[in-house]
C-alpha cells in the first residue's frame, strides 16, 4: 500500500476552499450587484458520497456569498467559513468543534491564500490548475481543474481508498440494471 493511499485511508473530514475549487473561480455580477456562482454537480454528488460514508466535509474560504450559503444548505454542509482572513483559525476551531485531528482531515486548494492550510492537514490536494506552489505543496493534484468535477475525484479517490465506494453505489443506486 503506498503512502497516498495510507493518507486516504485515514481521512475522517474533507475541508473544500471554494472559488477555483468549487467553482472554476469565475464570479458574475449582475446589474444590480448580485453575485452568481457557478456549481458543479457532479462535485454534489461527491460530496452527498462522502457524508453518507460518515465523512464531513467544511467549507473555509476568504470569500462570503449568499449563493454559497444556499448550495452549502442543499448539500447538508453545515461546517462552512466564509469571509475568512486567516484559515488555520477556522482549522483550528473545527478540530475542537468535531476533535478530528490533523492527520485525518484533508484540504482541497487551488491558490496562495490556501498554502498555510495545505501544510497543515494530514492530506493536502491540489486542483489541477492551481498556482504552481500549491499543487508542489499538494499529496494529490487531481486531473480535473476547479469547478470540472475536481471535488468529485477527491471525494471518490477517498471512498475507493476505503474501500467504501462500491457497496455504497449499490446501495444508494442498486446493484445492477434490470435489462
Known sequence: MGSLEKK???IRMLLLDVDGVMTAGQIIYGDDG?????????????????KEAGIRVGIITGRSSQALLHRCSNLGIDMVFHGIKDK???LEEVMATTGVTLDRIGFVGDDL???PLMRKVGFPVAVADAHQMVREAADMVTRAPGGFGAVREVCEAVLKAQGKFETLV???FGKGRDR
Not at 452568481?36 to 452527498?48: E, Q
Open 8 to 10: 486516504l485511508m485515514k
Open 34 to 50: 448580485n453575485q452568481t456562482m457557478i456549481f458543479n454537480v457532479k462535485d454534489g454528488l461527491g460530496i452527498r458520497l462522502l
Open 88 to 90: 488555520l483559525v477556522a
Open 113 to 115: 491564500p490556501d498554502l
Open 170 to 172: 449499490n446501495r444508494l
